[in-house]
Every structure is written in structure tokens, then in C-alpha cells.
């Protein structure tokens, strides 16, 4: 057993007894039970020390975690409370040092997190409104204190993420000191530029062009291009992608976009190593494609489009991406570009190059069928290339709106009569030729009146065995009933010529 020597009892020491003085509260329990955030909003409105308001915003901000729990905080007006305090009750005075005025720096800046957070849910923002919060957040744009200037942009990106909130912010008088220097500290604050960066791709992507127009004041397009050439940030890029895209849908945001050089700088950020897949990086390429296709819309974009042969190399690979959005946003990238003739040309021989004739096909359909036959005509192009042009063009024959376009191809019928008697050594592309003139010859009688022309113009079959119409002739008697339908064309064609 263990004895205790008797001492003097420490009750003697307070004889008469004093009531002690109240001790001033610093340190908020935790002990508070399902009531907890009705006791915490309590404190809020007493007169309590700075660290002890610290550590009340601190709690609340851990119980925004949950969506009841944000909706029973603003029934017990906790958005007028914190609004009540950045207007006045927890102002941090000119005359306090940064040091003393740390508990205070640091209350301002759980006030704006938790301002964040309440606007996830439509009764917050509401009450928000009400408020008039949004010219407190904004105010806090242009403080000297990193860390109330980060949880003011990052409330602002989330409160924005609604088009309620964007529509708010544009209310408010946003000059240059409120964005510029945030989105120039990309290096020193990321976080900074990259929810400043989310706030204007937010607020481009409403139905009206304020925010547009705002952006284009304020040389936001200039900012985004850098991003987009020079950081390895996914998310920041995402966000410069978003706001690029929205701004290259108003005519004059697509010309200052393009002036940036930003297609350029987003090719050649296509063009690194993307061989490591992952969900972000399948968000980028998609972002990256609708950009492009944004960038295409006004003529200045196509043109860019036509002489930039690195362009084209990559909306061509995005042609080919697993991604459905991906892929679609390239193929109207095309189309948009290929009203300019030389564009539609790059375009063709790229696809038949580095894609597939499936591709080719799902971009151009028949449209494509002009080109596929210079490509067949040109003693420039390789006997493969012409092979591959052959066969495309045989593929998309056998629609019905391809019949139609191949009347309409100059010098169709002299380009498949030439690779009918090409020296093939497989036999393959003369092969090609001949079904392919035989289907049009029976599908088509203006087709066969070509083909007689032809014959015809080069000495028809009276010039010998060796003569160009003998041994097309020969050539066609493989296919049934086509040596007839020619001959009846022929002496037509003779006839008329007498």
C-alpha cells in the first residue's frame, strides 16, 4: 500500500476566498457532439481572443465536409457572421505588424475557405448573394497577404464553377491589379495562377461575351498562350485550354489568340511523347482538339491552318484517337479548314500517309474524291501513294453520292486508263483500275461515254495491237459486258468525230 505524507491543504491557501479571475478563452473544445456546429457559430459572435477564433474557423471549416452540415450552418447564419467579419470585426489594422497580426491574417483566411465551400450548394449561394460576399472576395484580390490572396482565388474558382457566381463576379469592377499580377506569379504561387486561370475559363464559358470581353481587357489570351508553351502543370493547361477554346469563338478573342501564336504553341505541345496514357492526359488531348477546331472557325484560323504543315500533322493523329470527343473535334477541325483548297489537299495526303482510308472516308466522304485523282494523275507521286489514292477512291465509289462526285472528277477516266496499263508487278493496282472503271462504266453511262472519248482521242482500236485502244481493250474484256458497252460508246464517238 501505498502512503502519501499528509501536507498542507491547498484550500488553506485561499482563505478568505477570492473568486479567481475569469480566464481569457483560447483554445475551442472539441467535446461538442452533434450540436457542435450550432455552438461553434455561437462563439463566432462572442468576444472571444484571436487564436481562439482561429481555432473556432478551423473546426467549422473541417465540419464543411458534409453537405448537411453546410446546409444547417447558413440557416444559423453563419454566411452573415463571416461576411460581418470581414467588413468590420476582423479587419486587420494598418498599425499591427505582420506578426501580430498573424491570428487575424490567418481567421480572414479560414473565412474565405469556408466561404469556398458553402457555395458548392445552391442555399449558399443564394445567401451568399444576399450578402453581397462576392465584393469581399473580390476586394481580397488585390491583399498584400499570400495566403488570404490564395483563398480568395480559390473561393473565387469554386463559387464561379456556377454560372450564378460568374455572373457575380462580372458585376463587379475587375481591373488589372485584381488578375495581372496573379496570373504573372505562376512561378512563386501556382496554386494562384492556376484558380485565377479556372475563375476566367469559368466565366468565357457563359452563353454571353463578357467575359470575353473582359479577358480580351485585361490580355488574359496572352497568359494562357504562355501557360500552354512553357508549364507541365496538367491542370493549369487545362484550365488555359478551357479559356483559350471559349475566347477563339468570338471573332475578335480568335484573332488576338491567334496573334499570340497559341496554335502553334499547342502543336508543339501535341508533339511531345504522349505514349503514357492516363486520365488527365486523355482530358488534355481532348481539350487540346476542341482548342484547335475553335481556333479554325474565322478564315485568319484556316489560313493558319492551310501553311503550317505541323498543324496538320496533328490534327491528322488526333484523327485516330480512341477518344470520341477527341476524334470528333479533329475531324471538324478539318472540315473547317478544308474550305481553303490547299489545306484540303495537305489534309488528303496526310490522312492516305499517316491514317487510314477509313479515316480519310469518315472526314471527307466523297469530297475527297477531286483530290484522290490529281493524286492518280501526278507524275510526281510515288506508284504506292497512287495505289493507296486507288484504292480509297474505288472504296468510296460504291456509294451512291460517290457515283455522282466522279462525274464531276476532270480527267478521272485518263487517270484509271493509265494505271489500267501501269507496269504493275503484283497486279493489284491494274486490277483496282479496271474494277473500278468497269463498276462506273455499268453504273454510269456518262462514265462510258468518257472512257469512248478517250479511246477515241488516242486513235481508237485502228492503230495496231500496241495502240493505247487495243490494249485497253483487251485489258477490259475481263469484265463482263464491258468491252461491249465501250464499243457501242466508240463508234458513237466515231460517228460524231466524222
Request: charged letters at 30%; proline letters at 2%.
Amino acid at each position: 500500500m501505498e502512503y502519501r505524507q499528509k501536507g498542507k491543504s491547498s484550500l488553506k491557501s485561499l482563505h478568505p476566498y477570492r473568486k479567481p479571475k475569469a480566464k481569457k478563452l483560447l483554445k475551442i473544445p472539441l467535446a461538442y457532439g452533434r450540436a457542435g456546429i450550432e455552438n461553434l457559430i455561437k462563439l463566432l459572435s462572442e468576444e472571444i481572443s484571436e487564436p481562439a477564433l482561429v481555432n473556432t474557423l478551423s473546426l467549422i471549416r473541417d465540419e464543411m465536409k458534409c453537405q448537411e452540415t453546410k446546409t444547417r450552418s447558413i440557416e444559423l447564419n453563419l454566411v452573415r457572421i463571416l461576411g460581418r467579419g470581414l467588413r468590420r470585426d476582423w479587419m486587420i489594422s494598418e498599425y499591427l505588424s505582420d506578426e501580430e497580426a498573424q491570428d487575424l491574417i490567418r481567421a480572414r483566411s479560414l473565412t474565405l475557405d469556408i466561404l469556398g465551400d458553402v457555395s458548392t450548394i445552391s442555399f449558399g449561394r443564394e445567401e451568399m448573394k444576399a450578402q453581397n460576399i462576392m465584393l469581399l472576395v473580390v476586394k481580397e484580390l488585390t491583399s498584400k497577404y499570400p495566403i488570404i490572396l490564395a483563398s480568395a482565388t480559390r473561393a473565387l474558382s469554386r463559387w464561379t464553377d456556377f454560372s450564378q457566381g460568374a455572373e457575380l463576379f462580372l458585376k463587379e469592377k475587375i481591373g488589372h491589379e485584381e488578375v495581372t499580377p496573379q496570373l504573372e506569379c505562376v512561378k512563386e504561387k501556382p496554386d494562384v495562377a492556376l484558380w485565377m486561370t479556372q475563375v476566367f475559363a469559368n466565366i468565357t464559358g457563359l452563353s454571353h461575351d463578357r467575359g470575353v470581353q473582359l479577358a480580351l481587357a485585361l490580355n488574359v489570351p496572352k497568359h494562357m498562350a504562355s501557360f500552354v508553351g512553357g508549364n507541365e502543370d496538367e491542370e493549369l493547361i487545362n484550365a488555359s485550354l478551357r479559356v483559350i477554346c471559349n475566347v477563339s469563338h468570338n471573332i475578335e478573342g480568335n484573332d488576338v489568340v491567334l496573334n499570340e501564336r497559341t496554335m502553334e504553341r499547342v502543336c508543339n505541345m501535341m508533339m511531345v511523347d504522349t505514349s503514357k496514357k492516363s486520365h488527365s492526359k486523355e482530358e488534355t488531348v481532348r481539350l487540346l482538339s476542341g482548342a484547335l477546331k475553335a481556333m479554325t472557325i474565322t478564315e485568319a484560323g484556316k489560313k493558319r491552318v492551310a501553311r503550317d504543315d505541323g498543324v496538320v500533322s496533328v490534327v491528322t493523329r488526333l484523327v485516330s484517337s480512341e477518344d470520341e470527343f477527341t476524334k470528333t473535334n479533329a475531324v471538324c477541325c478539318i472540315q473547317l479548314a478544308s474550305e481553303f483548297p490547299l489545306a484540303r489537299r495537305k489534309f488528303v495526303h496526310e490522312l492516305l500517309n499517316k491514317s487510314s482510308i477509313e479515316n480519310l472516308e469518315l472526314v471527307f466522304e466523297e469530297k475527297c474524291m477531286k483530290e484522290l485523282t490529281k493524286i492518280m494523275l501526278s507524275e510526281d507521286s510515288s506508284l504506292d501513294f497512287k495505289a493507296l489514292a486507288l484504292n480509297a477512291f474505288s472504296k468510296i465509289t460504291k456509294k451512291e453520292r460517290g457515283i455522282k462526285e466522279a462525274t464531276q472528277c476532270v480527267c478521272l477516266v485518263e487517270a484509271l486508263s493509265s494505271l489500267l496499263l501501269s507496269e504493275d508487278k503484283t497486279r493489284r493496282l491494274s486490277s483496282t483500275a479496271g474494277s473500278t472503271l468497269a463498276f462506273l462504266s455499268k453504273a454510269n453511262v456518262i462514265s462510258a461515254k468518257q472512257l469512248a472519248k478517250v479511246i477515241v482521242e488516242s486513235g481508237g482500236f485502228e492503230n495496231g495491237p500496241d495502240s493505247f485502244g487495243m490494249k485497253l481493250k483487251r485489258k477490259l474484256a475481263v469484265y463482263p459486258g464491258m468491252a461491249g458497252r465501250v464499243l457501242d460508246h466508240v463508234k458513237l464517238c466515231s460517228g460524231d468525230s466524222k
